[in-house]
């Protein structure tokens, strides 16, 4: 997906054998006047990559700076709790789809840390994005709980509330690929920076 001036206020990217009816259900779910919902099939570039964690998942959720800053400030508040249901609701639909990764030695399941199956992004700057990552064996509750707190993070970065010291660091963060990969820490209940070279080394 690329970041341009006309990007839309949603997109809802995927590949690979996603049934159709999460996808309807979550355009149904954040329909609204007003609103530019952008759904595209992308062609998988997986096999040809690898450091996985900064590509998109098979479900790829991209909520753009363009719908804090223009749709909510025009159509108002409820909708926002809407987009939140939607990507909830998708997430606990994604969990338990199984992944299959080819090798040269023939398909394997993989037991990541992070689900290559579901993922939501947002811009960071003109030039690179924030991936959060979604934890593979997150409970229901505990998938809530973190897509609350992206969702509020993003928020709070898009309209310029997030705490001075917490940009600071965001802004010190650097890109892989153009990539800066977010996820939420449950120890301390906040959305920490993540380091694909360590969780691919480590």
Known sequence: MS???????????????IDATFLEE?????????????????????????LELVLGTAVVVWVFKAYFTGFLEESGRL?????????????????????????????????????????VWTERDADSR??????????????????????TFIETYHTGCLEPEDMDILAAALPVGGV??????????SIKLVDPLFERLG
């Open 79 to 119: 909708h926002a709790q809407a987009l939140k249901g939607a990507i909830k609701t998708l997430g606990k639909r994604l969990r338990d789809l199984r992944y299959v990764r080819i090798t040269a030695r023939g398909p394997i399941d993989p037991r990541d840390r992070f689900s290559p199956i579901y993922s």
């Open 180 to 189: 800066v990969l977010l996820a939420y820490d449950e120890s301390t209940a």
């Open 3 to 17: 970041l341009d001036p006309t990007s839309p206020h949603l997109a809802l990217a995927h590949e690979g054998p």
């Open 26 to 50: 979550f355009r149904t779910s954040v329909s609204a006047r007003g609103l530019d919902l952008r759904v595209e099939q992308r062609i998988s570039t997986r096999a040809m990559a690898s």
């Open 130 to 151: 924030f991936k959060m990552l979604v934890n593979s064996d997150f409970t229901e509750a505990g998938l809530e709980v973190a897509l609350d707190a992206y969702l």
